[in-house]
């Protein structure tokens, strides 16, 4: 490669002028410019978005939706063989999912309904209602959520139960050989579980948006004669209506799939759609039958769903 000199003129001792020659290397090619953060992450953003998306959607796939892909596939795949939608004829027409059905929505609707008054009322007790220990139960709601549900069903056993404190407190007091207290083991139990289980639920959201309530225009509103009864109405529950549409959403989608606490209370007369796909699956080994059930289970918990994120965006929670 040929090289390049420049001259360089410079006086000399005696004041003539000496040139000196320079050898400045071979000449050099175009350099590539150095990337700079700008030109790097415009090179990142040649990589399409699809790109991005697929190590989340192959666990997603992995993990969830080929264990759903299989329960759909047996949901029609009768024990004759072949593929048909008889399984879901048969299942629905029996009477056991019917009534399973039924058993599952009104508990599921009554326990909704109890967390959200009970919810609500012990919300406004924490947020505007001073008490010693006030801040610690409201942390304690947050805690109450991590809580199993056969813990809550547990409890309720050691208080309610044949052999619990109360009954036993009932004969001792009044010596009778058994007590008076044997709900548990009825769709009454079970709504009283769900409502306990639940209703912290509903106060999480009903505290946030308490706490950002101007405690002024309930001051205004008292100042200017309103009874609590029209505060309430009038200024906490317009406040109060997005968490309580998202929260009681939430608690009635939770309240169709559960199936700990109607297991650990015992009893055996309430059978709700989870309950029916674990003994049509476990006890009398209907595989497709377990399955169409299964089925409808999710494309109901999929519809509140949509109807709870719906409600969530049109109220602004």
């Known amino acids: 490669m040929p090289s390049a000199a420049t001259a360089d003129v410079r006086p000399g001792p005696s004041g003539s002028r000496s040139v000196l020659k320079r050898r400045t290397g071979p000449i050099a090619g175009p350099r590539k410019p150095i990337e700079g953060p700008d030109q790097q992450?415009?090179?990142?953003?040649?990589?399409?978005?699809?790109?991005?998306?697929?190590?989340?959607?192959?666990?997603?796939?992995?993990?969830?939706?080929?264990?759903?892909?299989?329960?759909?596939q047996q949901s029609v795949s009768p024990d004759e063989g072949g593929t048909s939608l008889a399984p879901y004829g048969d299942v629905?027409?029996?009477?056991?999912?019917?009534?399973?059905?039924?058993?599952?929505?009104?508990?599921?609707v009554g326990s909704t309904a109890g967390c959200l008054v009970l919810g609500f009322v012990l919300a406004m007790v924490i947020a505007f209602v001073p008490f010693p220990g006030g801040r610690a139960?409201?942390?304690?709601?947050?805690?109450?959520?991590?809580?199993?549900?056969?813990?809550?069903?547990l409890a309720l056993l050691f208080i309610y139960g044949n052999a619990g404190m109360a009954n036993g407190l009932w004969t001792d007091v009044t010596g009778a050989s058994s007590g008076p207290f044997d709900f548990l083991t009825t769709p009454w139990g079970v709504l009283l579980a769900e409502v306990t289980y639940f209703t912290p639920f509903v106060m999480r959201p009903l505290l946030a948006a308490f706490s950002q309530l101007d405690t002024?225009?309930?001051?205004?509103?008292?100042?200017?004669?309103?009874?609590?009864?029209?505060?309430?109405?009038?200024v906490i529950l317009p406040e109060a209506l997005p968490a309580?549409?998202?929260?009681?959403?939430?608690?009635?989608?939770?309240?169709?799939?559960?199936?700990?606490?109607?297991?650990?209370?015992?009893?055996?007369?309430?059978?709700?759609?989870?309950?029916?796909?674990?003994?049509?699956?476990?006890?009398?080994?209907?595989?497709?039958?377990?399955?169409v059930?299964?089925?409808?289970?999710?494309?109901?918990?999929?519809?509140?769903?949509?109807?709870?994120?719906?409600?969530?965006?049109?109220?602004?929670?």
Not at 94 to 102: D, G, I, K, P, V
Not at 265 to 272: L, N, W
Not at 273 to 291: F, N, T
């Open 293 to 317: 059930v299964a089925v409808v289970n999710i494309a109901i918990s999929v519809g509140l769903y949509s109807l709870y994120r719906m409600v969530s965006r049109r109220v602004g929670a």
């Open 137 to 153: 139960v409201a942390k304690f709601i947050d805690v109450f959520l991590s809580f199993p549900s056969f813990l809550i069903t």
């Open 216 to 234: 002024a225009q309930l001051e205004v509103a008292s100042s200017l004669g309103a009874k609590p009864a029209r505060i309430v109405r009038q």
């Open 92 to 108: 629905f027409a029996s009477e056991s999912f019917r009534s399973a059905l039924t058993t599952t929505v009104w508990l599921a």
């Open 41 to 72: 992450q415009a090179g990142a953003r040649r990589i399409p978005r699809f790109v991005w998306a697929l190590p989340p959607v192959a666990v997603l796939a992995l993990v969830f939706l080929y264990p759903l892909a299989l329960v759909v």
């Open 244 to 291: 309580l549409a998202a929260g009681g959403s939430l608690v009635l989608v939770m309240c169709l799939n559960e199936f700990g606490i109607v297991l650990f209370t015992g009893a055996k007369g309430v059978t709700t759609l989870p309950m029916l796909v674990y003994s049509k699956a476990i006890l009398e080994s209907d595989y497709p039958a377990a399955c």
